[in-house]
């Protein structure tokens, strides 16, 4: 039992830091909020991603809640730019503003986060790198393992059972 605890630390270390279901892309103060915005797979890849934000007010860290947040993606190489706008009820987590979006290609996308408050308008912009879309995983090998490991032990059983007959 010993001999696997060093390699399951190992395993968790070596993977990335993820908070509330995703990635920390975008970490600034802006105005009167602390604005922190999450992505979804890790690393961020062509296709569907989640895009989440989490609205902190800047003086005690508490959560803003209603807010309307505006997100603006805007791919530097293409001049491919596409806006969405997240909200409390597309989030997992009520403490955060969520919305799905589609990334059509790979590159450095600048992302702009505009917040409207009370009648004020509050900004952030920062830079998201989106690789290529991942090779689809086959998860064949993990589920046939078993099958195949109870079946050699059974052969292997057997085999010792009729050398000890003889």
């Given amino acids: 039992m010993k001999g696997f605890i060093l390699p399951a630390v190992l395993l968790l270390a070596q993977t990335p830091l993820c908070a509330d279901g995703g990635t920390v ?36 860290l508490e959560p803003i809640l209603d807010a309307n947040v505006h997100l603006i993606l805007h791919d530097e190489s293409s001049s491919i730019e596409f806006h969405a706008l997240p909200t409390r009820a597309q989030a997992r987590n009520k403490l955060l503003y969520a919305a799905p979006v589609m990334f059509v290609s790979p590159g450095r996308w600048k992302m702009g986060i505009l917040i ?18 991942r090779a689809q995983v086959s998860y064949a090998g993990y589920i046939a393992f078993p099958p195949v490991m109870i079946v050699l032990f059974v052969i292997r059983e057997r ?8």
């Fill in 25 to 60: 892309q975008l970490h600034k103060e802006a105005g009167g909020f602390v604005i922190t915005v999450f992505s979804s797979p890790s690393p961020l890849s062509v296709g569907l991603a989640d895009i989440s934000v989490l609205l902190q007010n800047r003086d005690g």
């Fill in 116 to 133: 409207e408050r009370h009648g004020k308008e509050t900004g952030a912009e920062g830079i998201v790198d989106v690789v290529p879309a």
């Fill in 159 to 166: 085999l010792i059972r009729r050398r000890a007959r003889r």
